[in-house]
């Protein structure tokens, strides 16, 4: 019987020490794969044109096409490469769309956009700005921007631009 308890102590020993081994193993890769920065690729094409373009339509795509060069703008800033922890934040809100000439519109955005640090917020970036585009058919075209943090603004090619080779 003493034997038994022996054997079983020290299969239980054996089964705790393998756990602690395997455990800590997989914490230090974890945090030497966490060091790594992650390269991130920018979107290199625009959103699709609406095919109805309305001031519904037209703010909407305003939308969508400004949040694309803003994260491409912001992973720029950073070389292309993120920490694990870190994620690209874009929101744009139309705040006015005026038709100005059949099928132009005047679209207005306020955004906000930065980097989110998920394990350190007070080491997050955040910054506000103001952009209006005019929006037709066949062009999207930036008429204006206040505040905007960066220097240079990324471009996008248009799904029409790349099958045309242009």
Do not use: K, W
């Not at 920018?42 to 703010?59: F, K, M, Q």
């Not at 005047?106 to 970036?125: I, K, M, N």
């Amino acid at each position: 019987m003493r034997t038994t308890a022996v054997i079983v102590t020290v299969y239980v020993v054996a089964v705790v020490l393998v756990g602690l081994v395997l455990g800590a193993s997989m914490v230090l890769d974890g945090d030497a794969s966490a060091a790594d920065p992650v390269h991130v690729e920018r979107v290199p094409v625009a959103p699709e044109r609406p095919a109805d373009l309305n001031a519904t339509s037209a703010a909407d795509y305003g939308i969508e096409y400004e949040e694309t060069r803003l994260y491409n703008d912001v992973i720029a800033s950073h070389n292309h490469t993120l920490d694990f922890d870190e994620s690209v934040r874009t929101q744009c809100t139309a705040t006015s769309v005026s038709e100005t000439v059949a099928d132009r519109f005047s679209v207005r955005l306020e955004c906000r956009g930065g980097l989110e640090v998920t394990d350190a917020p007070a080491e997050s970036e955040a910054f506000t700005y103001t952009v209006t585009y005019r929006i037709t058919e066949t062009e999207t075209n930036q008429t204006g921007i206040r505040n905007y943090p960066f220097g240079e603004r990324d471009t996008l090619e248009t799904v029409r631009s790349r099958t045309l080779g242009h």
